[in-house]
């Protein structure tokens, strides 16, 4: 993807080779999982969706697995559900989970709440067929990166007002949050990066047309809308000191221990957009997976 992605450089980053390389990885990791594409009813009214499953091969510890519901990233404009799908497989294959990676419409062909309502068919349709994929029920974590982070937060809020069901934790990683575009960290980073407030703009531009930044936007589009942080599941979140995203992350963090509720935050020094994806050999990358791996752990021993 170009540095500053601008509307009409979305439809050609799309289709370039950066992006192809990105949802050509490979999924079973050299044979730790079985994978499968599914295809499951979307939203009422919508086309149906594609889920990417990735099931362990080794044996299982206990009858029924804890599952990672993933949600990937690409500014809500680009993107498939095997981008950035490596993360949630390293975790998994730590703790013998398995992996459901959600595909949703992209902006602006499907502005909110397409995306949004995807994802949370997906969830829906895993929570209910979770036992036929080995999985547990009541171990399902929800998890995304970038615009994928938005869509998982804005998922938890969603599964709160709607009376659930209930996932047991949620990790929001380099989160696009704050569709207003304009906190220290956006300016700080202009011109900065693969992420940059451009392709912030750019990106919640698409979803919300000219409703962006303006008085009636939803929070089931732009989490950091949201009056009230109570009630959420324990959350992840972490964020590098040098992203764009930085000073939103940070925000909601706080802003849900002022409601009330659990959050762990981690903000890299010196990370960048996407460190961990983007140069997953790093040592500051390596060090991030620990402390992730290390909080699923602790939660799914709960």
């Known amino acids: 993807m170009p540095p500053g992605l601008t509307p009409e450089q979305t439809v ?61 990233g690409g500014g809500m404009v680009v993107g498939r559900n095997r981008v950035g799908v490596e993360l949630p497989l390293a975790w998994a294959r730590e703790l013998g989970a398995i992996v459901v990676s959600v595909e949703y419409r992209l902006a602006p062909e499907h502005p909110y709440p397409a995306p949004v309502e995807d994802v949370y068919a997906g969830l829906l349709w895993t929570v209910e067929h979770a036992e ?21 937060a804005a998922l938890g809020l969603l599964l709160r007002d709607r009376k659930g069901p209930w996932p047991v934790g949620q990790m929001l990683l380099c989160a696009m949050l704050d569709d207003h ?88 020094p010196g990370g960048f957009h996407s460190f961990t994806g983007f140069a997953p050999e790093a040592t500051l990358s390596r060090s991030a997976r620990v402390v992730q791996v290390d909080w699923l752990r602790r939660l799914l021993a709960q």
């Open 132 to 152: 036929e994929l080995g999985g547990d029920p009541e171990r399902i974590v929800t998890a995304g990166t970038s615009a994928g982070g938005a869509l998982t």
């Open 181 to 268: 575009n304009d906190t220290p960290s956006t300016h700080q980073m202009a011109g900065l990066g693969v992420f940059d407030r451009t392709f912030n703009e750019t990106g919640w531009t698409a979803l919300l047309g000219e409703r962006r930044g303006g008085p009636d936007v939803s929070p089931y589009a732009a989490p950091a809308r949201a009056e009230d942080l109570a009630g959420l599941p324990p959350t992840f979140m972490d964020v590098g000191s040098a992203d764009t995203l930085r000073d939103e992350v940070v925000t909601f963090a706080s802003r849900i221990w002022q409601s009330g509720g659990a959050a762990e935050l981690h903000v890299w």
């Open 12 to 72: 050609p980053a799309r289709q370039s080779p950066a992006m192809q390389m990105m949802a050509d990885t490979d999924a079973t990791m050299d044979g730790a999982f079985d994978t499968e594409d599914r295809t499951v009813p979307g939203p009422e009214g919508a086309s149906d969706i594609s889920l990417l499953i990735c099931r362990p091969t080794a044996p299982a510890a206990d009858r029924l697995r804890p599952v990672i519901y993933f949600t990937h």
